[in-house]
């Protein structure tokens, strides 16, 4: 069974900093592209970046280009959300999510149970 | 950036009953295209994929159909676990989500 889960929410000041963790476990982590996915409270879904299996590619969405950087250790299964210069905007529930292929192109068939991070002085 | 808009935002039904969500595109996103049920507290559930797809587990009462531009989501015979919110993504060009239905009880 896929589990994601989600670590290093809380609170932080505006202008600060946080990492998230993402462990991974019941599949072969290495070979799937990883993304975090955030929903502010009470709001939809955001996509916010991607990276690699290999964790040689990644890509980020507008609003946190330049101040989010995503990171992954293969070797220990786990993915990384390095966030940076961090706005109140910025607040919401962070999910991480598992890349599926299915024809081409792909969705997020697994999710983490999501951790919270509050920007706010 | 794919712009999608859902339909209706909050829709009443009755258990038992039948729902009909919408989803469109701002451009063709083929059938590369995703629903999500989410129940508060919790993280989204993928129900369908590639448009008309049920995802591993998902009772046959969902179904899903369209291309292009113009998606639906049918869910027949509402169940008390059904009352969610369902959010359409494409994932054609990046990816990009619905505001989201929310399915309530009449």
């Known amino acids: 069974e896929v589990q994601l889960v989600e670590s290093g929410g809380g609170l932080v000041q505006p202008g600060g900093s946080l990492r998230l963790s993402c462990a991974a476990s019941?599949?072969?982590?290495?070979?799937?592209?990883m993304n975090w996915v955030r929903q502010a409270p009470g709001k939809g879904l955001e996509w916010v970046s991607v990276?690699?299996?290999?964790?040689?590619?990644?890509y980020y969405a507008d609003s946190v280009k330049g101040r989010f950087t995503v990171a992954r250790d293969n070797s220990k299964n786990t993915l990384f959300l390095q966030m940076n210069t961090l706005r109140a905007e910025d607040t919401a529930v962070y999910y991480c999510?598992?890349?599926?292929?299915?024809?081409?192109?792909?969705?997020?068939?697994?999710w983490g149970q999501g951790t919270l991070v509050t920007v706010s002085s | 950036e794919i712009v999608m808009t859902q339909s209706p935002a909050s829709l009443s039904v009755s258990p038992g009953g039948g729902a009909t969500l919408s989803c469109r595109a701002s451009?063709?996103?083929?059938?590369?295209l995703a629903w999500f049920q989410q129940k508060p507290g919790q993280a989204p559930r993928l129900l369908i994929y590639?448009?008309?797809t049920r995802a591993t587990g998902i009772p046959a009462r969902f179904s899903g159909s369209g291309s292009g531009t113009e998606f639906t989501l049918t869910i027949s015979s509402l169940q008390s676990e059904d009352f969610a919110v369902y959010y359409c993504?494409?994932?054609?060009?990046?990816?990009?989500f619905g505001q989201g239905t929310k399915v309530e009880i009449k």
């Open positions: 993504q494409q994932y054609n060009s990046w990816w990009t």
């Open positions: 590639g448009a008309s």
């Open positions: 451009q063709s996103v083929s059938s590369n």
């Open positions: 999510a598992k890349g599926q292929r299915y024809s081409g192109t792909y969705t997020f068939d697994s």
């Open positions: 990276i690699g299996d290999s964790g040689g590619s990644t």
């Open positions: 019941g599949f072969t982590f290495s070979s799937y592209d």
